[in-house]
């Protein structure tokens, strides 16, 4: 299958909640400057597998993994990799805003602060604008800068989030199911921003609802009870679906 | 069928819900009439001439001398209001880094096996009964610190803030661990996506998103150290000099009031004098309280925003 460069690959990837199986066998290329879609139904695995690509699954106790996840050719669940480098990498958006309680300048500037190098105030500044541009959001709060994050709608906290993550600038982000707790008009413009980003980031993102996919999408995985039943373009998945089960998941006969 | 409920109905339910009105009354009642004995009694120093023989307002805060029983008495409270604080500080100082340090290695470090086993034991430390502790600080610790630190005086202020200091403790681990755990784990998750080192995201992300309750928790403790008196009695020495040397013997207002009320002559300026003293302690508490409450609506609005 062509699909352009792959920097991200995943390879016989199994993972493990204790004893149960969450994920089985999981193999996809995911092409860079393009957005990837995981679809599936509730409790499939699609967060998980998401999780799995920046190593934010070891947080939980008790998770083992098989197999590998590569990035540029490099296995991230080696021994001696660097977590902290990886997720500077590998950014990430989740389902529900979650802003620190802080300003809205120290939230996007957080991630550079952590980092090795902090630049001079006037840099951060720099960087602090450049994403929140980004992000679409920069209109928005451009005179609130130090206003606490919490105080904005849902919409603009999930942007802020976004804006956070492309501070460091990352090379991937994963998004999971983003624009699921917000109201439509917040959605529309949350997925007109993930149209203009993947012009610079190759995005994954995880969403359980059809026509986003459908619409924000270049290839589309499409996953059931933690197996991968088909991967490819989206648009052959949503016209000429190879499988009978992704033809019943995409035209609403379960799920 | 009809709507209208029958006569018995909710009778058990609005029984509960009476007396624990009732309880609740009775503590307020409670706290008012204490409030208003002190108050009483302190009273005769602004309004009872014969009183004012022996004692007014003006005199305790003239010289620095607590003498109140010689034949010229001085009620000086400098002394006293001194040792309150350094005291006080000093117990700060320790217990503050210790108990929070505490709270934040067991909410975002330990593994669940040990932070079962530091939680009990911190909290045991709080049922240690003040007298014990005291009694602990005044026989052992006192003459360790001593020989360590080559101190004039076994017993100082040091001395007495370090035990008052394990007194407090616990209350403030108590309370500052359940405010880091209430932070939402979406927080830690954010902070690590981004790429933030475990310490760092305890330290950066979730230490100030905590900061309302653990600096109520902080001040809980302050409270505690100002009001807390067997530890003092027994650790500090109880000799009430007008010094800013923490090395010194030191008295504090608490141990004040529990080493001399007893064989006060009753209805003295001496008596109220005393008096006096817990109206000041029970005024500092409360304004402590004030502080505590202000400081967290103030720290919630600038964190998590104005909107409610
Ligand atoms: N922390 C966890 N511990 C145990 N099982 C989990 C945990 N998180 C998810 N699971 C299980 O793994 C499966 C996949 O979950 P998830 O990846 O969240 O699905 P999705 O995002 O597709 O709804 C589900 O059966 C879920 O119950
Ligand atoms: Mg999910």
């Known amino acids: 299958m062509q699909t352009g460069i792959n920097r991200l690959e995943i390879k016989d990837f199994n993972l493990y909640y204790h004893r149960t199986k969450a994920l089985e066998d999981i193999s996809m290329m995911i092409p860079e400057k393009k957005v990837t879609a995981i679809i599936g139904p509730s409790g499939c695995g699609k967060s998980t597998l998401l999780r799995s690509i920046n190593r934010m699954n070891e947080m939980i106790d008790g998770v083992t993994v098989e197999g590998q996840v590569l990035l540029d050719g490099e296995d991230i669940y080696q021994q001696d990799i660097d977590v902290v480098e990886l997720r500077r990498k590998v950014g990430m958006v989740f389902q529900r805003p979650n802003p620190f309680p802080k300003s809205i300048f120290e939230n996007v500037a957080f991630g550079v602060r952590m980092g090795d190098n902090v630049p001079a105030k006037q840099k951060l500044e720099e960087v602090v604008e450049r994403s929140l541009k980004e992000a679409a959001i920069w209109d928005e709060v451009k005179d609130r800068l130090h206003r606490s994050a919490m105080e904005l709608s849902g919409g603009q906290q999930q942007r802020i989030c976004i804006a956070r993550a492309l501070a460091v600038e990352p090379e991937v982000i994963l998004m999971d199911e983003p624009a699921s707790a917000l109201d439509p008009i917040a959605t529309a413009k949350i997925e007109e921003l993930i149209f203009r980003l993947k012009e610079k980031y190759t995005i994954v993102i995880v969403t359980h609802n059809m026509q986003q996919a459908a619409r924000v999408s270049d290839f589309t995985a499409f996953l059931m009870l933690g197996k991968l039943v088909e991967f490819g373009p989206t648009e052959k998945m949503m016209t000429n679906p190879g499988s009978k089960l992704t033809e019943d998941y995409i035209t609403g006969r379960f799920g | ?44 120093i602004f309004f009872n001439g014969e009183v004012q023989q022996e004692i007014t307002f003006g005199k305790f805060f003239q010289g620095i001398q607590w003498q109140p029983v010689s034949d010229h008495p001085r009620f000086s409270l400098w002394p006293i209001i001194m040792g309150s604080l350094k005291v006080t500080m000093i117990a700060l100082v320790f217990a503050v880094p ?68 394990f007194a407090i403790i616990p209350a403030i681990y108590s309370l500052a661990e359940d405010a880091l755990n ?25 230490l100030p998103a905590a900061l309302p309750g653990v600096s109520a928790a902080v001040l809980f403790g302050m409270g505690r150290a100002v009001g807390e008196t067997m530890v003092v009695l027994m650790a500090a020495g109880n000799a009430p000099l007008f010094s800013l040397n923490p090395l010194e013997s030191t008295r504090t207002m608490t141990a004040t009031i529990a080493a001399e009320l007893g064989e006060v002559v009753f209805g003295s300026g001496h008596y109220h004098a005393l008096f006096f003293i817990g109206l000041t302690l029970f005024t500092v508490t409360f304004v402590i309280n004030l502080i505590s409450w202000a400081l967290f609506d103030g720290l919630m609005s600038k964190l998590y925003g104005a909107k409610k």
Not at chain 2, 6 to 27: D, Q
């Open chain 2, 182 to 206: 209430a932070v939402p784990k979406s927080f830690r998750e954010a902070a690590l996506g981004l790429g933030a080192t475990p310490w760092q995201t305890a330290v950066k992300v979730v």
């Open chain 2, 1 to 44: 069928m009809s709507l209208k409920k029958t006569r018995f109905k909710y009778l058990g339910e609005s029984l509960i819900e009476g007396n624990i009105k009732i309880t609740a009354i009775l503590a307020i009642i409670a706290v008012f009439l204490i409030f208003f004995f002190i108050l009483r009694e302190s009273l005769p």
């Open chain 2, 98 to 165: 210790v108990a929070i340090g505490a709270a934040l290695y067991s909410s975002e470090f330990a593994g669940r096996r040990l932070k079962e086993f530091i939680k009990p034991v911190v909290e045991l430390l709080a049922g240690i009964p003040s007298v014990v502790l005291g009694f602990f600080a005044l026989i052992i610790m006192a003459s360790f610190l001593k020989n360590i630190f080559g101190w004039t005086y076994r017993l100082n202020a040091v001395n007495a803030g370090i035990a008052l200091g």
